[in-house]
């Protein structure tokens, strides 16, 4: 995978990727469609340099578009307001979809909710069901990019 990064960012462009993609934020998922492209919010993980996203076969198009084109892109922005911080990262790769995999959807879940005992019952409820597959996403290229910015008191 090549990673792009602005000069200007301060950080070691890899070191902030894995910083910001362990964090239990969304990404925006965009595919391909015979009418333009499509995005999804999702939840991700982040494992062996691969993006790991869950999906329902009765509900979620996108692993169909997947399915039909491979081709992907996936962002995601850590922004706190409060005090200027503005993380991306973006990919661009391939998608291809997966069988159900209780392993890598509990590190998922876990990732967002915390212990099993913590969960939501509906989350407990897609752990062995086959409707629910992952999508592995490879990353062709990543964008890093540090885009925080100072803020100042005008009193």
Known sequence: MKIVSDPSTPLNP??????VLARPLFAHLSTMHNDGPRESPVWFLWKEEYVWILGNTLTDSFLTRIKQD???ALGVV????????VYHVGFRGHG???????ERITALFRKYMGDQEHWDPRFAAVLGDPNWEVICIQPDTAVVRDQSYSLHDHS
Not at 14 to 19: G, I, Q, R, S, T
Not at 96 to 102: G, L, N, Q, S, Y
């Open 14 to 19: 890899e070191v902030l990727m894995n910083d």
């Open 70 to 72: 491979s081709r992907c």
């Open 78 to 85: 850590d922004f706190q307001p409060s005090n200027g911080l």
């Open 96 to 102: 291809h979809v997966r069988a159900h995999d209780r």
